[in-house]
């Protein structure tokens, strides 16, 4: 996300620029908008994308950077790694971004660019469990596409870290049997879990409360209906 709204801004202001991306975020459309961009910021690429516009953005994935390095004649070398390309899923209602200049490369085989200026990270922050409470949790591992699960907290069904019994986690960075419940309607869900697990640590009766809940779907514990897709229709 903040790659693409820096290459909408740099093309806008008449620069050139190249998106290298672990995934074409642009491009995806699946059961899960973490995995994508944002409708408005797929709007304003597709706006800089378009025909008659001057400079287009590069976007060039799958590829994974393995290291920058100050190049002798000035500037600096990316080198990345070309990733399986996976096909896009169609969604009918979404427009795509128009089909990038650059062809994916064959998988594994190793691309070099040269930037006359520091390239511009952007791939997100730590996160504020890592930051904060590390010492807490177990943690997946990285790399490989996975959009906000990659490097996640590793939790029980009740959303209790598997490192330390007692530690649960709400809110943006949960993540259970592969979805990510990075948006406030998603994790919202799971609160009313972890509290009937520590109700029940604690020997209290927690049938009729979680009853309640069910009932204004507000005691996700099945993720089925996770699994409808939201990107045919917004």
Known sequence: ESGVDAAVNLARAGKRCRVLASTPCWDVKTDDPSYELAPYTADRLRQVTGPGFSPRPD???????????????????????WSKYEPTYHAPLRKFVPDPATEPGEEGSTQVLHTPVPPI???????????AAGHLFDFAPGGGAGGCLVTAPLLTDSDESTAVPGIFLVGPQVKQEGLSFCFVYKFRQRFAIVANAICRGLGRDTRAAVEDCKEVNMYLEKYDCCEDTCTDVC
């Open 121 to 131: 990270l952007c791939t997100g922050f730590e996160g504020s469990v890592r930051c």
């Open 59 to 81: 976007l060039l994935a799958p590829l994974r950077v393995k290291k920058v390095e100050a190049a002798p004649e000035g500037g600096f070398h990316v080198t990345a790694t």
